[in-house]
C-alpha cells in the first residue's frame, strides 16, 4: 500500500452513513424540538393538530418534493407554483358537483395532464438547451395563464368524501401522511434505487462525469422533471381537497414556489445539484409552517412569522454551511 | 477555431502506441472524438476493420474504445458504487482490477468528491479495464501522478498489450512513453507528423527523443531543442536579507513545523507525494487560509494575511496548479492579465487604459504567449493559459512567485519556456518558491530543493546534486536527509 492511500484511511468508519444523512437527520431533530415547544403551549395537544398541520402542509410537501427531484438533477423549477394552480383549478372545476368515483378519475387525468406538461418542459429545457430557470419561468406563465381559461375566478368544488380520503378529517391524522408517503414510496424509492435515479444524482452532480459515464440527458431530465410535474399535479389536487376549491391567482403560484424553494434549501439539498432528498424538505416544509404557530402562542404578532421564517432559513444554512466548511477543513 | 485537421492514426492489436504533440496539437480533441464525446466533421474511424460512429460515450464502451481522461468521470456526490452503476461495471471485475493495482482498502460507499484525485484516476482506469476493452485511450493519466502509482499505471497497460489489448497513450513525459510503448505518433497542428518505432530502453534513446521533439516543434524551434537538458544554473542568489523566511509553519493537521528561507534571486524548488501537506503550505503563504502556528517573514517584515490580498500587498502572489482559479474563463487574454492591476486602480478609481495596454503588451510578449485566440482565455491551449496564469504576476507585480506544479499537463518547449522565464526572474532579483512533482525538472529550474514529506520538510538538496533517485527516497520519507547547512 502506497504512502498516499496509508495516509487517509479509506475502510468503512462508523460516521460515513450519518455524514451523508447528516442534514436530513438535524432537520427532523430541529422539527422535533419545534413541534415540543408547540405542543407545550397547546393545552390537549394531539390528534387533532397533528391532523391539521399534516392537511394543510400536503400541498406544499408535495410542491417541495417537486423542487428537490429537479433541483438534485441540477435544474430548478420556477413553474411547480404555476402547475399547482393549475392542477388545482383543473381538479376544481371538473371535480364540482361529481360523486366520489369521478372525483378520484378527474384527480388520475389531472396528474396525467401535470406528468406531461412535467416531461415536456425537460424536453424543451434539453432539447434547446436554454437554462432551466429560464424555461420554467416562461412555463410559469403559460400555466398561469391557462389556469385562468379553466377557472375565470375562484370557484369550483370537489365530493366530499374525495376530501376526507386525502387529507382525513377530524383526528384522523394517517390519511394525510399516507398520501404524503404514496409518491415516495412507490415512485422516488424505486426510482432513487435504479439506474436511472443515480443518473439524475450524477447529472446534478457533475453534468461532464455523468456524460462520459454514460448517462443520456435528455432521459434523465425528462424523468426527473415528468415525476416533479406528477408531484406538482398533487399538490394542486391537495390544494383543492384542503380549500374545496379552485383559485387562478397568480401570488398563489409566487408564493408557493418560492416557498418550495425555501423548503428545499433548509431541508438540505443543494441548489448546485446532486446532493439531498425528499425527505429532509418535507421536515422543513413542517417546520416552517410551525414556527408562526409556536410564535401565535407566544403571544407575538403573527405578522412577524414571515420575518421569523425567513430569519430561520438563513441562519439554518449560514450554521450548515459553516459546519461543512469546519469539516471539510478537519478531514 | 480547428483543433483538429487531418489525422491517420493506425493502432494494431497487441500495441502501446504513444500520442505525442505540443499543447494544442489536437491530442485531448483526437481523443474526444474517438471516444465518442465529440462527433467528428469528416473522416472515418475503423474498429477491427468495420467503420463505427461513436454518439456517445457509452456506445464508444460498448464498442470497446474506452477512454481514461485527466478528470476521471466520476459524479463527485455519488459513492463509487453508484458511480459504477451509472457504467454498469460489475463491481466483482472491478474489485479484481483493484486488487491487482494493490489498492484492495478502498470502501465503494464513500462519496467520490472526497478522494484524492490520482486514485481516482486510478480508480477511473480500474472501471475501464473491468469493461474489457479492445483499445484503451490513456489521456495524460501519468500528469501529476505520484510515481509509485505511474508504475503500476505501466505495468497494467504492459499487462493489457500481452492479453491482446491495444492502448492508446497519451504523455508528455517522453521518457515514460520510450520506456512504455511500442511505437509513438507525433502530432502537431493538428495533423500527424511523425511516426516511429521505439526499440527498447536500450536502444538510441536519445536520438529517438530528439526526433520526437523536433517533430513536435517543428522545425522552427528544433534549433532551440537541440540541447534540452540545460546544466544547472549558476548561480544569481543575491546576499542581503532574504526574499522569504518560514518559522515552524503549521496548520495544526497537515503542515507540521515547516521552516525555510528564500533568498533574493533565488529559485527554490519543493517536492514531495501528493498530499503530504504541500496544497496547504502553499495556501497558507498565498494568504488564503491561516496558520496555526509559526511565523512568516517577507521582505523583512512579518506577514499575518488573513486574505490573500495581503499577501499579494506584500508582493507574495500564488500560481495555482488549477489554472481556473487563477484566470477568467470567458474574459480576454487581456483583461486576465490586467485583473491583479484592479487592486491598485489609479486616482479616482479610474483604470488607466494606457498603461495597462502597455503592461499586458508587455507580458504577453515576454512569455511568448500565443494570442491567436485572444478573445477568451478557456480558448487558449493548456500551455498558454499557464502563460497567462504566470503573466498575470508580471503584469501585476510580486518579489515572491509561488507556483504550485506550474508544468502540469504542458508541452516540453512551453515548460522551457517557463524554466527560462524563472531563471530570468531570478537574474533580476526576484524569487520563485516552486511545487513540483516531476522530479527530472528540478535542475532544470531550481536552485535549490526541498523534499516534503508527512507536512515536514525532510530533505534539502542543491538542485545540481538532486538526481531523480535520491529525491524519490526522501519523498518517500525514506532517508532523512536533512542536512543543517543554514
Known amino acids: ?275 439531498g432528498g425528499l425527505v429532509g424538505p418535507v421536515f422543513a416544509v413542517w417546520c416552517l409552517y410551525l414556527i408562526p404557530n409556536i410564535m401565535l402562542g407566544l403571544g407575538v404578532d403573527p405578522s412577524y412569522g414571515e420575518v421569523v421564517k425567513g430569519v430561520v432559513v438563513v441562519l439554518v444554512v449560514l450554521v450548515g454551511g459553516l459546519l461543512r466548511a469546519r469539516r471539510s477543513r478537519l478531514t | 477555431m480547428v483543433a483538429l485537421r487531418s489525422v491517420d492514426l493506425a493502432v494494431a492489436p497487441g500495441e502501446i502506441h504513444a500520442l505525442v504533440g505540443a499543447n494544442g496539437a489536437g491530442k485531448s480533441t483526437l481523443v474526444r472524438i474517438l471516444s465518442g464525446v465529440v462527433p467528428p466533421d469528416a473522416g472515418a474511424v475503423e474498429v477491427a476493420g468495420r467503420a463505427v460512429r461513436f454518439r456517445s460515450p457509452a456506445h464508444a464502451r460498448a464498442g470497446g474504445l474506452a477512454p481514461v481522461f485527466q478528470d476521471p468521470a466520476f459524479a463527485p456526490d455519488l459513492t463509487v458504487a453508484e458511480n459504477l452503476r451509472l457504467t454498469a461495471t460489475d463491481p466483482a471485475a472491478f474489485r479484481r482490477r483493484l486488487d491487482g493495482f494493490g489498492l484492495d482498502g478502498v470502501h465503494l460507499g464513500e462519496p467520490a468528491g472526497t478522494l484524492p484525485l490520482p486514485l481516482l484516476r486510478m480508480l477511473d482506469l480500474a472501471r475501464v479495464l473491468a469493461h474489457d476493452p479492445a483499445l484503451l485511450l490513456l489521456d495524460e493519466i501519468t500528469a501529476a501522478l505520484p510515481a509509485d502509482y505511474a508504475e503500476r499505471v505501466f505495468e497494467v497497460i504492459r499487462r493489457a498489450r500481452d492479453d491482446g489489448r491495444s492502448v492508446l497513450f497519451i504523455s508528455h513525459r517522453l521518457l515514460e512513453v520510450q520506456e512504455v510503448c511500442d511505437r509513438v505518433t507525433v502530432l502537431r497542428d493538428g495533423r500527424n507528423v511523425d511516426t516511429l518505432e521505439i526499440k527498447g530502453p536500450e536502444g538510441s534513446g536519445e536520438r529517438t527523443e530528439r526526433r520526437i521533439v523536433a517533430a513536435m516543434l517543428g522545425e522552427r524551434a528544433a534549433l532551440a531543442v537541440s540541447e534540452p537538458r540545460r546544466v544547472a544554473p549558476r548561480d544569481t542568489t543575491r546576499a542581503g536579507e532574504p526574499a522569504l523566511q518560514v518559522r515552524g509553519l503549521s496548520d495544526g493537521h497537515r503542515v507540521r513545523e515547516v521552516s525555510l528561507e528564500l533568498a533574493r534571486g533565488e529559485v527554490l524548488g519543493i517536492t514531495g507525494l501528493e498530499g503530504q501537506g504541500q496544497d496547504e503550505l502553499f495556501a497558507i503563504l498565498a494568504g488564503d487560509r491561516r496558520p496555526a502556528g509559526g511565523e512568516i517573514v517577507a521582505a523583512g517584515r512579518r506577514l499575518v494575511a488573513r486574505h490573500p490580498q495581503e499577501a499579494i500587498r506584500r508582493g507574495l502572489t500564488l500560481v495555482p496548479s488549477d489554472r481556473w482559479q487563477a484566470l477568467l474563463p470567458q474574459r480576454s487574454v487581456r483583461e486576465n492579465l490586467a485583473v491583479p492591476q484592479y487592486n491598485a486602480p489609479s486616482r479616482w478609481g479610474w483604470i488607466n487604459d494606457g498603461r495597462e495596454r502597455r503592461l499586458v503588451a508587455e507580458a504577453i510578449a515576454r512569455l511568448s504567449i500565443d494570442t491567436r485566440a485572444q478573445a477568451q482565455a478557456r480558448r487558449l491551449s493548456g500551455g498558454n493559459q499557464q502563460k497567462v496564469a504566470i503573466g498575470r504576476w508580471l503584469v501585476g507585480g510580486f518579489t515572491t512567485l509561488l507556483c504550485f506544479d506550474p508544468t502540469r499537463g504542458i508541452d516540453v518547449g512551453t515548460k522551457h519556456q517557463i524554466y527560462d522565464l524563472f531563471r530570468e526572474l531570478a537574474a533580476a532579483g526576484k524569487s520563485v518558491l516552486m511545487f513540483t512533482s516531476e522530479l527530472r525538472e528540478v535542475p532544470l529550474a531550481c536552485d535549490r530543493v526541498l523534499v516534503i514529506y508527512d507536512g515536514r520538510i525532510v530533505g534539502e538538496f542543491k538542485a545540481a546534486d538532486a538526481d531523480e533517485a535520491t529525491l524519490l527516497s526522501a519523498a518517500h520519507g525514506l532517508a532523512d536527509t536533512l542536512t543543517d547547512s543554514r
Open chain 1, 1 to 275: 500500500m502506497s504512502v498516499l492511500t496509508a495516509s487517509r484511511p479509506l475502510g468503512p468508519t462508523v460516521g460515513r452513513l450519518t455524514r451523508r444523512h447528516a442534514w436530513t437527520a438535524a432537520v427532523v431533530v430541529f422539527f422535533s424540538v419545534l413541534l415540543a415547544w408547540n405542543a407545550s403551549q397547546t393545552r390537549n395537544f394531539g390528534a387533532f393538530e397533528i391532523q391539521t398541520m399534516l392537511a394543510s402542509t400536503l400541498a406544499l410537501a408535495y410542491l417541495a418534493m417537486a423542487q428537490s427531484v429537479v433541483v438534485i438533477g441540477g435544474g430548478i423549477d420556477l413553474s411547480v407554483g404555476a402547475l399547482l394552480v393549475l392542477a388545482n383549478c383543473l381538479s376544481a372545476r371538473f371535480m364540482e358537483g361529481t360523486g366520489f368515483g369521478t372525483s378520484l378519475l378527474v384527480a388520475a387525468g389531472v396528474l396525467a395532464v401535470t406528468a406531461a406538461l412535467g416531461a415536456l418542459t425537460g424536453l424543451v429545457i434539453t432539447a434547446s438547451k436554454i437554462p432551466d430557470i429560464i424555461v420554467t419561468l416562461a412555463t410559469s406563465f403559460v400555466w398561469g395563464g391557462a389556469a385562468l381559461f379553466v377557472l375565470r375566478t375562484p370557484g369550483g368544488g370537489t365530493a366530499a368524501g374525495f376530501q376526507t380520503l386525502v387529507l382525513g378529517s377530524g383526528s384522523a391524522w394517517w390519511p394525510a401522511l399516507l398520501c404524503l408517503l404514496a409518491p415516495l414510496l412507490l415512485v422516488w424509492v424505486p426510482l432513487r434505487r435504479s439506474r436511472t435515479g443515480i443518473a439524475i444524482y450524477a447529472l446534478g452532480s457533475s453534468k461532464d462525469a455523468a456524460f462520459l459515464s454514460g448517462v443520456d440527458p435528455l432521459r434523465t431530465r425528462m424523468v426527473a422533471y415528468t415525476f416533479s410535474g406528477l408531484l406538482c399535479g398533487l399538490a394542486g389536487i391537495a390544494t383543492t381537497a384542503f380549500t374545496g376549491g379552485g383559485s387562478p391567482q397568480s401570488t398563489i403560484a409566487m408564493n408557493s414556489t418560492l416557498a418550495s424553494v425555501a423548503a428545499i434549501v433548509l431541508g438540505g439539498v443543494a441548489l448546485s445539484g446532486g446532493v
